[in-house]
């Protein structure tokens, strides 16, 4: 995972986290993120800070969530129940996730996403086509997983962070709607840092540097302060492609192999585009 650096602009939200969310109007072009959860107050979470937390406060992008537990079963509001066929764990029931989901205002036109380690791997071409949409909403699992029952009826296209497995959908629905929302105009405040980073041209980034010039004996490449754009540039693009070689082979034989004109990244948009098409 890449972290970035974007100046100094000042990115303190002016509310607290949780107040960038509630009790405020529905923002009607606003990019949306709607969390389906049994923990709503994990959220903003880490996206109620910084450059996100800015953007959110400023209402260049909104979050709803909702509780997965208002729509359980009985006086306990039970919303598992045991593995048809045996085995360990528990299931959140197909009739309480519909009823989550049928709760939630109509919007044919944004996917549905439940984060799944057996889902299609996320990545920077799929955060793109989502931030090119009108938003997403995600399912956050817990326990053993969801009836597929649910999944199969409401067309809910499943999305992996990775081949791990973690407590509950609510980290990882963090980190897809940060990788997403970053992308939207005017979130970060400079495009080019999101042009220039890994991933974003198929290659990982390369190194990067600042004062000292010389520190601890270690000093910064000649090249970086020479001035010549042109030789930084290919100076630049020469430690992607040796980094993206030795690190990620798999990112380095897609890259050298590639069509320039058909990528993964307008694969990912036909696939999510598709799936927002499907629904009434």
């Not at 990019?31 to 109620?48: D, H, I, K, N, S």
């Not at 970086?224 to 030795?246: D, N, P, V, Y």
């Amino acid at each position: 995972m890449a972290i970035k650096s974007h100046g100094r602009l000042s990115i303190s939200a002016s509310v607290r986290p949780r107040e960038l969310m509630e009790d405020r109007p529905t923002l009607a072009h606003a990019w949306t993120a709607r969390v389906l959860t049994l923990y709503p107050e994990m959220f903003p979470g880490t996206l109620g800070q910084s450059l996100l937390g800015k953007a959110l406060n400023d209402g260049l992008w909104q979050l709803r969530t909702h509780d997965i537990r208002d729509h359980g079963r009985g006086k306990h509001r039970q919303v598992d129940d045991t593995p048809s066929g045996g085995g360990a764990g528990m299931v959140l029931r197909a009739d309480v996730l519909h009823d989550a989901l049928s709760a939630l205002p109509s919007r044919p036109d944004m996917p549905t996403i439940y984060l799944s380690p057996r889902g299609r791997r996320f990545d920077h071409g799929m955060a793109k086509a989502l931030a090119a949409g009108p938003g997403v909403t995600v399912l956050c699992g817990r326990f053993e997983g969801v009836d597929q029952r649910v999944l199969d009826a409401h067309d809910i296209f499943e999305v992996s962070l990775g081949d791990f497995v973690l407590t509950g959908g609510e980290i990882a629905a963090q980190a897809l709607i940060d990788a997403t929302v970053r992308l939207i105009p005017r979130v970060l405040g400079n495009a080019e840092s999101t042009e220039e980073e890994s991933f974003s041209n198929g290659l990982l980034e390369h190194p990067q540097y600042t004062r000292p010039t010389d520190w601890a004996g270690h000093k910064i490449p000649e090249i970086l302060l020479s001035g010549h754009h042109g030789a930084i540039a290919a100076w630049r693009r020469e430690q992607s492609e040796a980094l993206t070689k030795e690190r990620r082979p798999d990112l380095w034989r897609a890259y050298a192999s590639r069509d320039p004109k058909e990528g993964q990244e307008q694969s990912d948009a036909h696939t999510i585009a598709a799936k927002g098409e499907k629904k009434d």
